[in-house]
């Protein structure tokens, strides 16, 4: 009888440790922060290096990696940021083969993406069939004992991020001399990508969104340094208004689409986050900020833009600034490391996005 009764106890106790560990592991893993991130150089972690072999070394790198990880930029892009934030490691490119670790999340991103297929063949349609591709392998691979990867409750509550588009305004812009409406007439088509990629991961479980507006396009040195322009072209921060005024106007008709999300998936959080005007205020306000001359590259060559197709950053003939933490945009087209720093970190509170929601609130109220 006693015996029995210890036994019992024995028992009970038994269950109720693992009705406690399967609690705290169910929490845990509904809890933990998971970024799957789609896009182009703004937030590729190495996709292009790993899917194209497009040679990204030093001077990329130089104030944060000290080598070439693929980034475009001196050192950690706003994605880097946010892991940061949010205590995880930062994202492997889905296309590194090399012992890649998925348990924060995955990024699809490759430099040069479009929203419309163009020349680097991983347009924001083929990302999201990676990913669809990458949850099914996951699943399976899981099913089979495999660890650190992201379970079925894992991409429901991960956050799915986008932030692309800046590379198919550039084209249309130049294959139209640099006129407004040829431009503006294509965005639709452009917004309608991210419409389906939205759909797409929804069906697939993801309900969770962010998604970034594209950034002032005419304020980048490069665009600066190629379009020969009089003062009435530039507004009057200093920047190319044709070029800034096509970026609005995709902005405006992403603002709307997502708008429009929100009514059909009525169990979803869509976040836009408006990263156009962070940016902008930059390049506005420099020195509030701490930076200097900044419409003047970091990476290149040539007055005043520090610009110069011949002299790329990485190319025969190129230097580096004296201070690269005082410059807004590393080589005439990619941020630089500080920069990136400041917009995360003002981003992420969620002042700039609609509804205001701040980056970390997807898992912890
Ligand atoms: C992957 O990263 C996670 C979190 O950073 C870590 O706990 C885990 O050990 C890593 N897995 C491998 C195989 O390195
Ligand atoms: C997912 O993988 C299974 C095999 O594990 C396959 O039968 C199925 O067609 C795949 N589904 C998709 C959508 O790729
Ligand atoms: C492009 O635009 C510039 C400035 O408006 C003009 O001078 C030039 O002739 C145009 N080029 C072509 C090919 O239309
Ligand atoms: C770049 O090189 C080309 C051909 O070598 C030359 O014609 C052009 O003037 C150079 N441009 C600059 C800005 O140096
Ligand atoms: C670089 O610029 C930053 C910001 O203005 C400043 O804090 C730092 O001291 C400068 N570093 C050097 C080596 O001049």
Request: net charge positive; glycine share 8%.
């Given at each position: 009888?006693?015996?029995?009764?210890?036994?019992?106890?024995?028992?009970?106790?038994?269950?109720?440790?693992?009705?406690?560990?399967?609690?705290?592991?169910?929490?845990?893993?509904?809890?933990?922060?998971?970024?799957?991130?789609?896009?182009?150089?703004?937030?590729?972690?190495?996709?292009?290096?790993?899917?194209?072999?497009?040679?990204?070394?030093?001077?990329?790198?130089i104030t944060?990696?000290?080598?070439?990880?693929?980034?475009?930029?001196d050192g950690?892009?706003?994605?880097?940021?946010?892991?940061?934030?949010?205590?995880?490691?930062?994202?492997?490119?889905?296309?590194?083969?090399?012992?890649?670790?998925?348990?924060?999340?995955?990024?699809?991103?490759?430099?040069?993406?479009?929203?419309?297929?163009?020349?680097?063949?991983?347009?924001?349609?083929?990302?999201?069939?990676?990913?669809?591709?990458?949850?099914?392998?996951?699943?399976?691979?899981?099913?089979?004992?495999?660890?650190?990867?992201?379970?079925?409750?894992?991409?429901?509550?991960?956050?799915?991020?986008?932030?692309?588009?800046?590379?198919?305004?550039?084209?249309?812009?130049?294959?139209?001399?640099?006129?407004?409406?040829?431009?503006?007439?294509?965005?639709?088509?452009?917004?309608?990508?991210?419409?389906?990629?939205?759909?797409?991961?929804?069906?697939?479980?993801?309900?969770?969104?962010?998604?970034?507006?594209?950034?002032?396009?005419?304020?980048?040195?490069?665009?600066?340094?190629?379009?020969?322009?009089?003062?009435?072209?530039?507004?009057?921060?200093?920047?190319?208004?044709?070029?800034?005024?096509?970026?609005?106007?995709?902005?405006?008709?992403?603002?709307?689409?997502?708008?429009?999300?929100?009514?059909?998936?009525?169990?979803?959080?869509?976040?836009?986050?408006?990263?156009?005007?962070?940016?902008?205020?930059?390049?506005?306000?420099p020195?509030?900020y701490g930076f200097k001359n900044?419409?003047a590259a970091c990476c290149?060559?040539?007055?005043?833009?520090f610009?110069?197709?011949?002299?790329?950053?990485?190319?025969?003939?190129?230097s580096i600034c004296r201070n690269v933490s005082e410059s807004i945009v590393w080589?005439?087209?990619?941020?630089a490391e500080a920069s990136?720093?400041?917009?995360?970190?003002?981003?992420?509170?969620?002042?700039?996005?609609?509804?205001?929601?701040?980056?970390?609130?997807?898992?912890?109220?």
């Open positions: 009888m006693v015996m029995e009764i210890r036994m019992n106890a024995i028992w009970c106790w038994i269950n109720i440790l693992l009705l406690i560990s399967t609690l705290s592991n169910g929490v845990e893993s509904q809890r933990r922060p998971l970024l799957v991130n789609f896009g182009d150089s703004n937030s590729d972690t190495g996709g292009v290096l790993a899917g194209i072999g497009l040679p990204i070394g030093l001077p990329n790198g944060f990696f000290h080598r070439g990880t693929g980034r475009l930029g950690r892009l706003i994605i880097d940021f946010f892991c940061e934030h949010l205590k995880l490691s930062y994202l492997s490119p889905y296309l590194d083969s090399l012992s890649p670790n998925f348990s924060s999340g995955v990024n699809f991103a490759v430099s040069g993406a479009t929203l419309l297929p163009k020349f680097v063949p991983f347009a924001l349609s083929i990302q999201v069939r990676q990913f669809i591709h990458f949850k099914n392998r996951s699943l399976e691979l899981l099913s089979l004992g495999s660890r650190d990867l992201i379970n079925e409750e894992g991409f429901r509550s991960a956050l799915y991020m986008i932030d692309i588009g800046q590379n198919d305004l550039q084209v249309a812009l130049y294959a139209s001399n640099i006129t407004y409406r040829p431009v503006a007439k294509q965005i639709p088509s452009f917004v309608e990508e991210i419409r389906l990629a939205v759909q797409t991961i929804y069906q697939y479980g993801g309900r969770n969104f962010w998604i970034h507006n594209t950034g002032p396009l005419g304020c980048q040195p490069k665009e600066l340094a190629l379009h020969p322009h009089k003062s009435s072209d530039l507004d009057r921060v200093g920047c190319l208004r044709v070029h800034n005024r096509v970026a609005k106007t995709f902005n405006k008709g992403l603002r709307i689409l997502t708008e429009d999300l929100r009514l059909v998936y009525k169990d979803a959080v869509i976040v836009y986050v408006d990263v156009y005007s962070v940016k902008y205020s930059l390049f506005a306000n020195e509030k900044p419409f290149g060559r040539g007055a005043p833009y610009y110069d197709r011949n002299a790329t950053c990485g190319q025969p003939g190129f080589d005439g087209v990619h941020y990136n720093h400041v917009v995360a970190k003002r981003i992420q509170k969620g002042h700039y996005s609609t509804p205001k929601i701040k980056l970390e609130q997807f898992w912890y109220s």
